[in-house]
């Protein structure tokens, strides 16, 4: 039977979730893969993270030339976080020719390019299952699972603690700086908060899966986003009397010679498969031009489901040494220079605290060509709800700035619909 031996670097959540996946499988591995997976080396500088997890001490590492240049070392997964040490670390790894497997969406979203080259040049593997969405596996079905099709879109649920927190405002069962606590107490929540919140824990992975699905690379800057924390309790409250939830979705969609990717909350269908997704998992609708829809969900984050990417990733590798391949099998063939639409089509939700009359209001709708799906006029409230058909971003936003010159009425929500 073949040994192979990983070196963690970092025993966090993920980490920690890993070791004990790998420690605990030993024997299943054995059997099912005829591999002996065993952990040769950790690097962590918490003394109590190490103790917690029984490491012995002589797989202890002081620093990171000492994990690569350890014969007894095959496989190097990285789960420290960030991108300077971890990059460093991650090429000093690449570079010793050894297997990288990375649960850093940070790092890949931002260093990609570099990492390959590097692997490439040094004959490595590099894989990153668990950058994205955590146990749900996306990133080998996009790369295996479905390489014989075009990926022409896909809408994700890609942030566990977002979603947990709108599901449960939109239940009703606190308020947000409640949730909020509730959300890092369950540990998936990142150490600054804004990250999730504001979407670009959504962006950083919204950016590997788009680049994966439609052969480019699409930098970080390039992606829509806007986060959660504009949206109101009025907004829960239209969106379930219209029949909607609200999430946080990631969207792609390929087009003729152009991309367009976009992070942002939205109105989804009651009936539509990502409706029922609910607090921390996560879910991906896949749209491939052979096999039509498919439908990933999962736990996208947590100590396990973590370490069960990682430890995929890592048996990955020990079975394919022969072929190990980094996420692009040809990364010169990634388009660089793809286009990415900034103003690119949706459905809207308004929500507008009438000034003036509603007819009015709902003629300028008319007036710039935006066809109008549904129109709920709340007298009493002197509230006025819309949802268009589809239309361009920049018509909608020319509406609502003419219905405010107008003083017409009061914009209080615009949310695109899916
Ligand atoms: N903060 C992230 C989430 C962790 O909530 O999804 C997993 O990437």
Redesign the pocket.
């Known amino acids: 039977m073949r040994k192979v031996g990983v070196a963690l670097l970092g025993l966090g959540v993920v980490g920690g979730g890993t070791y004990k996946t790998i420690t605990e499988h030993r024997e299943f591995y054995q059997k099912t893969q005829n591999l002996d997976l065993v952990v040769e080396s950790v690097l962590e500088c918490d003394e109590e993270k190490i103790k917690a997890l029984g490491v012995e001490e002589e797989k202890v590492a002081s620093n990171i030339a000492e994990v690569v240049m350890n014969p007894d070392v095959n496989i190097v997964v990285e789960c420290i976080g960030g991108t300077e040490a971890a990059r460093e670390y991650v090429l000093a790894a690449l570079r010793a020719g050894k297997t990288v497997v990375t649960?850093n969406?940070l790092l890949y979203a931002k260093h990609s390019e570099e990492l390959e080259r590097v692997a490439k040049r040094y004959n490595a593997g590099l894989h990153l299952e668990a950058?994205?969405?955590?146990g749900v596996p996306v990133v080998r079905t996009l790369m295996s699972g479905l390489q014989a099709n075009v990926i022409t879109s896909f809408v994700g649920i890609?942030?566990?603690?977002?979603?947990?927190i709108l599901s449960e405002l939109s239940e009703q069962r606190g308020t947000f700086e409640e949730i909020l606590e509730k959300?890092h107490k369950i540990g998936?929540?990142?150490a600054d908060e804004e990250?999730?919140l504001e979407g670009y824990?959504?962006v950083y992975?919204l950016s590997i899966l788009a680049s994966l699905s439609f052969q480019t690379k699409i930098p970080v800057e390039k992606i829509y986003r806007e986060g959660i924390t504009r949206i109101t309790e009025e907004d829960f409250r239209c969106a379930k009397d219209l029949g909607y939830c609200i999430k946080l979705l990631a969207i792609g969609k390929r087009r003729e010679d152009s991309v367009e990717v976009r992070v942002h909350p939205a109105l989804v269908p009651k009936e539509h498969p990502l409706a029922g997704v609910n607090g921390?998992y996560?879910a991906m609708f896949l749209t491939g031009d052979s096999v039509g829809d498919v439908l990933l969900s999962g736990r996208?984050?947590?100590a396990l489901p973590?370490g069960s990417a990682i430890v995929s990733d890592v048996l990955f590798a020990a079975n394919h040494y022969e072929d190990i391949s980094t996420a692009f099998k040809h990364p010169e063939i990634a388009n660089k220079n793809v286009k990415v639409i900034t103003d690119f089509s949706s459905k809207y939700f308004l929500r507008f605290q009438i000034e003036g009359t509603t007819s009015k209001v709902l003629s300028l709708f008319t007036q710039k060509g935006v066809a109008i799906q549904k129109f709920i006029h709340r007298e009493s409230e002197g509230e006025l709800l819309v949802i268009t058909h589809e239309t361009k971003e920049s018509v909608i936003k020319s509406v609502i700035a003419k219905i405010e010159e107008r003083q017409l009425a009061k914009t209080e929500s615009l949310l695109r619909v899916i």
Do not use: L, P, R
């Open positions: 649960s969406k950058s994205c969405m955590g890609v942030n566990g603690t977002t979603n947990y959300v998936i929540a990142e990250y999730d824990d959504a992975k921390s996560n996208g984050a947590g973590s």
